[in-house]
């Protein structure tokens, strides 16, 4: 019995960790192709917008991995030649009714991606068909899961770069950056989440909090006066229309 267990461990397919990153994900990043075993693999990384859609975009290349022990904790090691700033790594720590993940970031930024990537998550991102790129950003963080209750303590920044959209005549619409800040040892109170414009003739800007309820966001999408017109219908589909302004609401 010994033997059989040992055995299961050592040899555990690179399949069981797809299943858990479906699972996890709702079934928004699958890990198609999983090869090796759950200690030494790699996989194509695809997003989907979940369950019954039909949307689905792959990331070039294969997303590889190590997973090894770290004193108490696991240390997983994660390279994508196509996205990740060389190699990425993540320690694991599981507790009793809770479990954490901390991000060791490489220096400058963690990964990129192109935007058009997103239109595989489904509505709304498979209507705006964006371009550009996302870039992530990180000092570092650290993402506890406690019974139900997801507690953030560091910094994550999520760049959009140059962003565009077919639905718009402009060559591009601006670049953004969406900010996500939380504080562990202040227990109980939601992590600061922040949206604002770098450039662009679409302005973008709003804030709210993430707690174990979920994302609270308001913010606001405006158009520079010579290109209102060009962004019109943009701005209809983004959120509620006020006049010249279109309200984004989440949660």
Not at 53 to 63: N, V
Not at 179 to 193: D, L
Not at 237 to 246: L, N, Q, T, Y
Request: net charge positive; aromatic share 6%; hydrophobic share 40%.
């Amino acid at each position: 019995m010994v033997g059989v267990f040992t055995a299961l461990v050592v040899f555990a397919p690179a399949e069981w960790l797809a299943r858990m990153v479906a699972s996890g994900t709702s079934q928004r990043v699958l890990l198609s192709d999983a090869r090796g075993t759950l200690w030494s693999g790699s996989a194509v990384v695809v997003l989907t917008g979940g369950p019954g859609s039909r949307d689905a975009t792959a990331l070039p290349g294969r997303f590889e991995w190590t997973l090894g022990l770290a004193g108490t904790a696991l240390s997983l090691k994660a390279r994508h030649d196509c996205c990740l700033n060389d190699t990425v790594t993540m320690r694991l720590k599981p507790g009793f009714g809770r479990m954490s993940a901390t991000l060791v970031p490489p220096p400058g930024w963690v990964g990129q991606w192109p935007s058009a990537l997103l239109s595989g998550l489904g509505t709304p991102f498979n209507t705006l068909q964006l371009g550009g790129r996302m870039r992530v950003l990180s000092p570092g963080l650290t993402v506890e899961w406690v019974q139900g209750r997801v507690i953030f303590d560091g910094a994550l920044d999520v760049e959009v770069l140059q962003a565009s959209s077919r639905l718009t005549t402009l060559d591009t619409l601006g670049s953004y950056r969406f900010s996500i800040n939380g504080n562990a040892s202040r227990p109980g109170e939601p992590s600061q989440v922040t949206l604002v414009t770098t450039e662009g003739a679409l302005k973008l800007s709003g804030s709210g909090t993430w707690s174990a309820n979920g994302l609270r966001f308001r913010g606001e999408a405006t158009a520079t006066e010579n290109e209102a017109a060009a962004l019109s219908n943009l701005l209809n589909i983004i959120g509620r229309r006020s006049g010249a302004r279109s309200v984004i609401s989440i949660g």
